[in-house]
């Protein structure tokens, strides 16, 4: 299993610059994210990039593990945050019933499609029992690389849930709206939250 190399290349030839877009976490989804957590509750991130995210959570008392897979981007996120952020590879998942959260915003949309399933069962495992798991895709149907050599898994909404439905959740909640990233694109973006049984 190989993550999209020219998808890594980019994000490691672009991070300072891409750690500087959008400085703001996306408050929102993380507090309804957290909301569903104990206090001091253990979450690994996925994919934090600047860290931003990582960096909310903890400002609100949570366990982070801020991971990306570029080390590029792990050490500005670490520079950011004032501690040491792991090199991890969605692949390379392999802790079990270690986390009470997985949050995996805008990062798993560039795992190559016929391996998201094995991603999805390796955060499944990493996850304890009434562990929460969000994460967030673009959506189209098929698959693609976008102007600046990023690919895209791109899933339709009944492809995620089939893909998620691979392990077991105790309950998969799946909204869209309507939004663009780092290219300013219109996107249409799935949100996903599950629930491990």
Known sequence: MAEHDQTL????DNAKAY???REKANEIRLEAFLS????GARVLELGCGNGRDSGFM???GFDV?????VAEMAEQASC???RTVAVLRFGDIDSVAAYDGVWANACLLHTPINDLADILARIHRALRPGGIFYASYKTGGEEMTDAIGRYYNNPSRRWLEQAYRTVTWSSLEIST?????YD???TEWLHVTAVKA
């Open 19 to 21: 750690a500087g877009y």
């Open 177 to 181: 709206n309507d939004g663009s990233g």
């Open 65 to 69: 593990t801020p991971t990306d897979g």
């Open 184 to 186: 300013d694109r219109p």
């Open 9 to 12: 290349r980019f994000y490691a």
């Open 58 to 60: 903890i400002e609100r």
């Open 36 to 39: 569903r957590l104990s206090p």
């Open 80 to 82: 950011r945050l004032g």
